[in-house]
């Protein structure tokens, strides 16, 4: 029997919250009542969330009615869960991609996803920080700053350790116990980093097994949401809930047979007994000494628990120039459209609105500048520029059929073994391929990585397969994460922001 659900609450599962709700030693209300708590006890410092719904504890309250009516709708029923601000909600919170020019923008509708959790009983507690326009607004821009809320710190070392970004709130709060999971977006690591810096699972979904109608863009061919957990479980659970075909998403409209109702049925830790993995050592090549011991002795787990590891491999695209113009030339299309059909009482409808907004307000909009935004305006966004359509071809035969299928093909491989979110993952964006991220361990002895931050912390052992292998990637770390229980939860200052 829970004596003390304060304590309890910390590090709880999805499947705890659902045995106590249905033991009747919980509600829903008293979930999102304890949740609240913590927000108040430690957001205040952290500021990984920039909104809270006024409506949690009225909805919970509706869903331990219909729990007691009806029953529980599924493992999701009553479960608090947080959401990135630029994922839209029809209701009382704002979405803003953490930009004070969207600061009273209220979406008309929920997007896919959004719908997709509350129909699964899901009781969406508030919004997420994140990098502002999910970091495609200043090359200098700190990951998980945002105009409108400010830098949200990492509860592992505030001030110290890397965030990740673009899901950096998601992160955050999922780490330091503020909610049961969160949807965060991934264009290209925006999931697996934040996931990787906080120990946490994260799970970037192929392109097209969740809709993006919804959802502020940067770009269709990368873009998607995807969950962020303590566990591969609770990560499997969310996927689960908001895998689906939407007529408003054409890449959603795939073979049926991806779309898997449980992901759960793939928590199988004696998968690994048969898997064959690849290392692909020129993507270690750069690490520091305390970042490589931690793939090595990944490596030596999964070699103990009966893996073949192939070691090494070499990837065709490895010497491969990468550019950002998919990127680049999508952005300003997708965030046109997606502003065009906001409340017309708003300030920006278009890209140049945006750019003019920040050009007014930029003593609260530009500390970091915006070059990014500057850089995406000079395309026509009508996407027939040569130089666009070139770099996503070189993404999609680069990245895809000559780089992870072709290595996988050639060394009949489930899967390629990286660290965090270097590099596999942004390979596997490019090509629309999934990854999934698990608590591989703490780096005790950081170094100042090329982008600037400190690689002191949590770090995460990350997963890629081809198109669709979500459900072999989840086996593969499953089965490492039951090898391994990395995951230690974060000790929490009680300061506040002020």
Known sequence: MITDKKTWIVEATIKDMQQAMEEGWMTSTELVQLYLERITLYDGFLRSIIEVNPDALQIAEELDRERSDHGARGWLHGIPILLKDNIDTGDRMHTSAGSIALADSYAAKDSFVAAKLRNAGAVILGKNNMTEWANFMSPTMWAGYTSRHGLTLNPYGPGEMFIGGSSSGSGASVAANLAAGAIGTETSGSIISPASQNSLVGIKPTIGLVSRSGIIPITRTQDTAGPMTRTVEDAAILLSAIVGTDDSDD?????????????????????????????????YKHLD?????????????????????????????????????????????YVNDYLANIDPSLPVHSLTDVIAFNEAHADIALKYGQGTLLWAEETSGSLTEEEYLESMRKNKEMAGAKGIDHVLREYQLDALLFLGNEDGPDLAARAGYPSITVPGGYAEHGVIAPGGYNTKGPQGITFVGTAHSEPVLIKLAYGYEQATKHRVPPKLSLQSSE
């Open 251 to 283: 890449a959603t409209k795939i073979d049926s047979q991806y779309k898997i109702k449980d992901y759960t049925e793939f928590l199988d830790s004696s998968y690994l007994k048969k898997a064959r993995i690849g290392i692909p050592r020129y993507y």
């Open 289 to 333: 000494r305390d970042r490589l011991h931690i793939i090595e002795s990944a490596i030596e787990v999964l070699r103990e628990q009966g893996a073949a590891i192939i070691d090494p491999i070499e990837l065709p695209c490895q010497d491969t120039r990468w550019d950002a113009n998919v990127l680049r030339y999508e952005f300003k299309k």
